[in-house]
């Protein structure tokens, strides 16, 4: 079987078109509008909950630990 010479090049021209494919750069994000937003987060959030319940927990292992020595 003899290969025609246009489909030679056709076969050529697929092959070689689909390397610029791999190698294109997907499209920039679109812009935003919004501000960014504050560095950090604030630490006061659970603070106090977090004392009550260590100070909570702190009496219980007192009290389980009083019991178990007696």
């Given at each position: 079987m003899k290969i025609v010479p246009n489909r030679l090049i056709i076969i050529l021209v697929v092959f070689l078109l689909?390397?610029?494919?791999?190698f294109a750069d997907p499209a920039p994000p679109p812009p935003t509008t919004l501000p960014p937003p504050p560095p950090g987060l604030p630490?006061?959030?659970g603070i106090l909950?977090?004392?009550l319940l260590s100070?909570?927990?702190g009496i219980y292992k007192l009290n389980k630990l009083k019991k178990a020595s007696n």
């Amino acid at each position: 079987m003899k290969i025609v010479p246009n489909r030679l090049i056709i076969i050529l021209v697929v092959f070689l078109l689909q390397g610029t494919a791999v190698f294109a750069d997907p499209a920039p994000p679109p812009p935003t509008t919004l501000p960014p937003p504050p560095p950090g987060l604030p630490l006061d959030g659970g603070i106090l909950l977090l004392i009550l319940l260590s100070i909570t927990y702190g009496i219980y292992k007192l009290n389980k630990l009083k019991k178990a020595s007696n």
